[in-house]
């Protein structure tokens, strides 16, 4: 007989004043914990025109020096309209000292990325280290990714691709506001 399942004790924190309190390698991204909702615009020069979409994103932690990054889009047509589930992706943001920040992001399309970057005043910046691709993958090869605490409770985000043979250019913004 197997003994019941107990609890997990160390569940997640989603926010700064909640247990388990942060470990200090994490004071340059204090300002991301929590859950955002919001929406942005895509376009890339292989897709017809523009797309809109939303997007939630969550990053929590359980007193360690890494963040759990978790995230998931949808495409919006008119009236913000959900057309169809789009881009998940979830990882790994390793603090280090100075602010110096190693991520790693997977995503259910094939794609393995190792980025490297810093967390600074309001603004984390991450730019691929490595890119892992499974065999029926699309070609990635590069990726720039921004993020900018505008305030308190607004996130924006700028994503950079490399991809399908062409150079590192925009692919991505989005605008969010801290739901939780
Ligand atoms: C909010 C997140 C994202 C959204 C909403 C999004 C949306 C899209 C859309 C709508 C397309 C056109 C094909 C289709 O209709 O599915 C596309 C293509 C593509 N995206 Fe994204 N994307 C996101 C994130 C990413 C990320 C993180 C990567 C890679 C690291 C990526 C790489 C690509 C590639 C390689 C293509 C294919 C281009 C081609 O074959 O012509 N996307 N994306």
Redo the contacts with the bound molecule.
Sequence with gaps: MFDPVLDNPYPDSRRIDDVPAPHELLAPVLGLLGTWHGR?Q?E?P??SGT?S?A?EVTFSHDGRPFLRYE?R???LGVDDTPLRP??R?SGWWRLQRDGRVEAL?T?P?G?A?LAVGHAGENTIDLSTDQ?ALTPTA???NA?RRRYTLTDEDTLTFV?D?A??GQPLQH??S?RLRRTA
């Design positions: 942005g895509g890339y292989t897709i797309f979409y997007q995230a889009a949808w495409l789009s881009a992706e992001i995503q399309t794609i990325e890119v699309k070609e990635v990726t994503h691709l991809a399908v692919h991505l989005a």
